[in-house]
């Protein structure tokens, strides 16, 4: 067999156990379980075109399946996303570790958290993590069993609400639409806030630019003081 076949081979097989989905949602010590109140896809791929309405919640090359469940999230308490390769991994198998990249997490107030697309305005940042001393928020979550934790804000109002979990792999980042985004949409009714705020919102797509530093980025030539921008809107915290 020649080295090229190999490399192919070495390489094919790394990208594919790149993929990853936001499976489950855990929230106030309860897992809820596989693709409850998720919209999962049956396939692992990514999005890679920022400007696609599927940058939203998921969607084709990656089919999601539609749920008619709503998770209840307090107000003021962390949650967690947990992401799995597949619908079928265990905590051991979450993203190749050897795909990284920036972790974020937004939210959106809908009126209908079963129907609403996701596509268009409403969109606010929650939660991101990028890269600091060498190590990137991907692999913050692998090594957290998949779990990534994102705090509900205490200001906001309740009533029906997604929440995206998003992952970014950079290890193609190098060209343009390179970057490898995953993402899924949970189904919430958040309770418990004080609704003294309004954040900014955001359309979705729209967040992202494809030239954006933090998704055109050559990582293999970072050091680990090397400065990374995370794409996306300013983060939201209460006053």
């Given at each position: 067999?020649?080295?090229s076949?190999?490399?192919?081979?070495?390489?094919?097989?790394?990208a594919?156990?790149?993929?990853?989905?936001?499976?489950?949602?855990a929230?106030?010590g309860?897992?809820?379980?596989?693709?409850?109140?998720?919209?999962?896809?049956?396939?692992?791929g990514p999005?890679t075109?920022?400007?696609?309405?599927?940058?939203?919640?998921?969607?084709?090359?990656?089919?999601?399946?539609?749920?008619?469940?709503?998770?209840?999230?307090?107000?003021?308490?962390?949650?967690s996303?947990v992401?799995?390769?597949?619908?079928?991994?265990?905590?051991n198998?979450?993203?190749?570790?050897?795909?990284?990249?920036?972790v974020?997490?937004?939210?959106?107030?809908?009126?209908?958290a079963?129907?609403?697309?996701?596509?268009?305005?409403?969109?606010?940042?929650?939660?991101?993590?990028g890269?600091?001393?060498?190590?990137?928020?991907?692999?913050?979550?692998?090594?957290?069993?998949?779990?990534?934790?994102?705090?509900?804000?205490?200001?906001?109002?309740?009533?029906?609400?997604?929440l995206?979990?998003?992952m970014?792999a950079?290890?193609?980042a190098r060209?343009?639409?390179?970057?490898?985004?995953?993402?899924?949409?949970?189904?919430?009714?958040?309770?418990?806030?004080?609704?003294?705020?309004?954040?900014?919102?955001?359309?979705i797509?729209?967040?992202?630019?494809?030239?954006d530093?933090?998704?055109?980025?050559?990582?293999?030539?970072?050091?680990?003081t090397?400065?990374?921008?995370?794409?996306?809107?300013?983060?939201?915290?209460?006053?």
């Open positions: 067999m020649k080295l076949t190999v490399l192919v081979g070495i390489s094919s097989a790394s594919v156990s790149a993929h990853t989905i936001f499976v489950s949602l929230a106030d309860k897992d809820y379980g596989i693709s409850y109140g998720i919209r999962t896809p049956s396939y692992d999005q075109d920022v400007n696609a309405k599927n940058m939203a919640c998921n969607g084709a090359p990656n089919p999601t399946m539609s749920t008619d469940k709503i998770i209840p999230v307090i107000a003021g308490t962390n949650v996303a992401w799995r390769h597949t619908l079928q991994s265990g905590a198998d979450v993203m190749d570790p050897g795909h990284k990249g920036p974020m997490a937004y939210l959106k107030k809908v009126t209908n079963k129907t609403d697309s996701g596509v268009g305005d409403g969109w606010f940042k929650i939660q991101e993590g890269y600091s001393n060498g190590n990137w928020a991907t692999n913050t979550v692998i090594n957290n069993k998949g779990n990534q934790v994102i705090r509900i804000p205490s200001c906001i109002a309740n009533g029906q609400y997604l995206r979990a998003e970014v950079l290890h193609g060209s343009t639409n390179g970057a490898q985004l995953y993402m899924e949409c949970a189904q919430i009714e958040i309770t418990g806030g004080t609704g003294t705020a309004s954040p900014k919102t955001y359309s797509p729209g967040i992202y630019k494809s030239n530093p933090g998704l055109l980025i050559d990582i293999y030539s970072m050091k680990p090397s400065q990374y921008v995370i794409p996306g809107p300013p983060l939201f915290t209460c006053p």
